[in-house]
């Protein structure tokens, strides 16, 4: 160890210098204390959100989708329009936790656990909408091939929207699976941590009996190794998928082979964008700026910027399309797109995803948390209105001038989607409280990337806080090791 | 019929890396090593071999695949053939994407399910874990054989390569 060679040109991931043990209870530490009037009340608006969507959902469930401003032409509209923005917030997860460790881009550690967490939250969000669309949500479950007395009238295979069922459940399960497995070592350690009670019991059967034995963390990277492989496909196919929702429709604007990696792109775009926009907040609030660096944003904002270039590549595409095909309903569901009755919705889409990412370009802004946190709301909305524009622009003006009209949305559709983000925002809440936001496990394996093995003598000596921990039996132990606390910062 | 086993605690990878390579070079019964976080290397320091759980996860995907096309297949063209927009029943490449996600599932969850299994990891597990080792300790456990020269070896052997502590306790084997 002592005749590693330190490359100048790597940078330590964890800024400030810490100690195993320093890093358990920095990230522990949330957990450990009193919630503060802060959080109360970022959780009561939340859950005061979460409530009035919760009525509204029952209002129209109760009273049948005809509340919502739907009409003959237009048949789907806000709801779909959610569910493909909440799904696509949902990839950025799984991208950070399975492409990135491909990759072996150790950076991610600090923040695949939040991402993930958000990617679990997302797709609860995204699959409310289908499932009040179909008004009677009691009978979902006629969407799964199961024996039934209809003479076994089985589900159609060859429905995208079934294909669809499968994808979003699937990539819920494995997801929730990835991210459990994840847990496990950091449930051990917090278990550890915590004295006799229900809440040390409660950890007690989450972690399984972790004892952080080699035998098992070296299956257990096996294991992680190979879900990360299931998992990169699984995400590229989710959004895939729902792309096909569109593409395999005979909708001029919806018609396209190009949907599938253009939607992939718009996914991760988006995805990249609700990750910095929650780990801005959280790294300040919580005092990670070490762990979370400027870094991991600055890293995130240029894949924001390459996916971005492949959204924007893509609606030009469309566009080249439209007018080489000679098709001139395809022409026209564009120029109708561009210039007609949503043109304002169009061009919001423009500014906020073609233009605005490009301002990343700029060192100043990449590095500017304020600048980033702003542009990650802005692209936020793009692909909000990017989801709206394809949806209803396509489908407002069909083949028959007859049957053309407009779309508004009602009250209840609003407050169905913002009811959603009560619900993301909630469980956030609560998981920033209740679990390890940070896998400690990983974070303290990149530890000493790119550090000397004696830096961490240098770490400031603050007052030991390790007295409460059992010992070895033994006598000639070296003395507690020192430990900074940030128990001083509050939540 | 217990064993005494003897644990030795560092501080630092490296030299958890160094004491596992010495302890299985001198020939002592090297029983587990417990580590706050995964140590790459120490795989080859005790001489694991290569998990097989890459063979449940092709095994599992495999089958879920099978059982994804059986199932499509059944339904659509045996159980209740459904003539939908002039499509052959057995549409097959429009099967492909339930049958991936599927494949996926059970690889997925049978690779996790096995992986606990063989771990033996499981709720109202009532294994001890020893002091610090999933914080910021490092522990070799090794089976000395019945002799105190042995016994204080193995004690002498840890110590030398950093050991900060060393324990004796009496396990179940």
């Known amino acids: 160890m002592s005749q590693q060679h330190l490359s100048p040109l790597r940078v330590p991931l964890v800024t400030e210098p810490r100690t195993l043990g320093q890093l358990t209870e920095e990230i522990c530490a949330p957990m450990e204390r009193a919630p503060t009037w802060k959080w109360w009340a970022a959780f009561a608006i939340a859950v005061s959100v979460l409530g009035t969507g919760a009525g509204i959902v029952a209002y129209q469930v109760g009273t049948g989708i005809g509340v919502w401003g739907l009409n003959k032409t237009i048949g789907w509209a806000f709801d779909i329009t959610n569910f493909v923005f909440w799904v696509g917030i949902g990839h950025a997860g799984t991208l950070i936790s399975a492409i990135l460790f491909l990759f072996r881009q150790k950076w991610r550690t600090s923040i695949n656990r939040a991402a993930e967490a958000m990617t679990l939250f997302a797709v609860m969000c995204a699959a409310l909408f289908p499932v009040i669309h179909m008004g009677r949500p009691w009978l979902a479950f006629w969407v799964l091939p199961y024996p039934n007395t209809r003479g076994s009238l089985w589900v159609n295979f060859r429905s995208p929207l079934l294909w669809d069922v499968f994808a979003i459940s699937t990539y819920f399960t494995v997801s929730a699976v990835f991210w459990y497995v994840g847990l496990i070592p950091d449930l051990a350690t917090v278990r550890d941590r915590l004295k006799a009670g229900v809440k040390k019991a409660v950890f007690k059967v989450l972690s399984l009996g972790w004892t952080g034995s080699h035998r098992t963390w070296s299956r257990y990277e096996t294991v992680y190794l190979l879900l990360a492989g299931l998992a990169t496909p699984l995400v590229l196919s989710v959004h895939t998928i729902v792309s096909m929702d569109f593409a395999t429709s005979v909708i001029p604007g919806w018609h396209t082979t190009i949907f599938p990696p253009y939607f992939v792109a718009g996914a991760v775009f988006s995805g990249f964008a609700m990750v910095l926009t929650l780990m801005i907040i959280t790294r300040v609030v919580l005092g990670y700026e070490h762990l979370i660096t400027l870094r991991h944003l600055e890293n995130m904002t240029k894949v924001i910027i390459v996916t971005g270039g492949l959204v924007s590549l893509a609606y030009a595409t469309e566009f080249f399309i439209a007018w080489y095909s000679g098709n001139p309903y395809e022409r026209f569901a564009f120029m109708n797109r561009a210039f007609g009755p949503y043109a304002w919705a169009y061009w919001i889409m423009v500014t906020c995803n073609v233009v605005s990412p490009h301002l990343f370009w700029f060192k100043k802004i990449r590095t500017s948390p304020a600048a980033i946190f702003a542009l990650s709301l802005v692209i936020n909305v793009g692909m909000w209105f990017e989801r709206f524009v394809i949806i209803v622009t396509s489908l407002h003006r069909d083949f028959l001038p007859s049957s053309w009209s407009m779309y508004t949305p009602t009250m209840v559709e609003v407050g169905t989607f913002i009811g959603t983000f009560g619900l993301f925002f909630t469980l956030f809440l609560l998981f920033v409280r209740v679990l390890p936001i940070i896998s400690i496990g990983e974070v303290k394996s990149v530890l000493g990337f790119a550090r000397s093995p004696h830096e961490h003598a240098e770490a400031p000596p603050l007052a030991p806080a390790r007295d409460a921990l059992a010992e070895p039996s033994l006598p000639r132990l070296n003395p507690p090791l020192a430990i900074a606390t940030r128990k001083d910062v509050p939540v | ?173």
């Open chain 2, 1 to 173: 019929m217990s064993t005494p086993v003897l644990i030795g605690y560092f501080e630092h990878e490296a030299q958890v890396l160094d004491a596992t390579r010495a302890v299985r070079e001198a020939g002592h019964d090297l029983r587990d090593v417990y580590t706050p976080y995964a140590v790459h290397g120490l795989d080859d320091a005790m001489g694991l071999k290569p998990s097989r759980l890459t063979w449940v996860c092709f095994g599992a995907g495999l089958l879920g695949c099978t059982l994804a096309l059986s199932l499509q297949i059944y339904t659509s063209v045996v159980s209740w053939p459904l003539n939908v927009g002039g499509k052959p029943f057995n549409s097959f490449p429009a099967f492909i994407p339930v049958t991936f996600e599927l494949t996926v599932l059970f690889a997925a969850l049978s690779t996790v399910a096995a992986f606990l299994v063989r771990a033996r990891l499981f709720p109202g597990n009532k294994r001890q874990t020893l002091p610090r080792v999933t914080d910021d300790r490092f522990a070799i456990v090794i089976a000395p054989r019945q002799s105190p020269e042995s016994l204080e070896a193995a004690e002498d052997l840890l110590r030398r390569h950093g050991a900060v502590a060393t324990d004796l306790r009496e396990v179940a084997p």
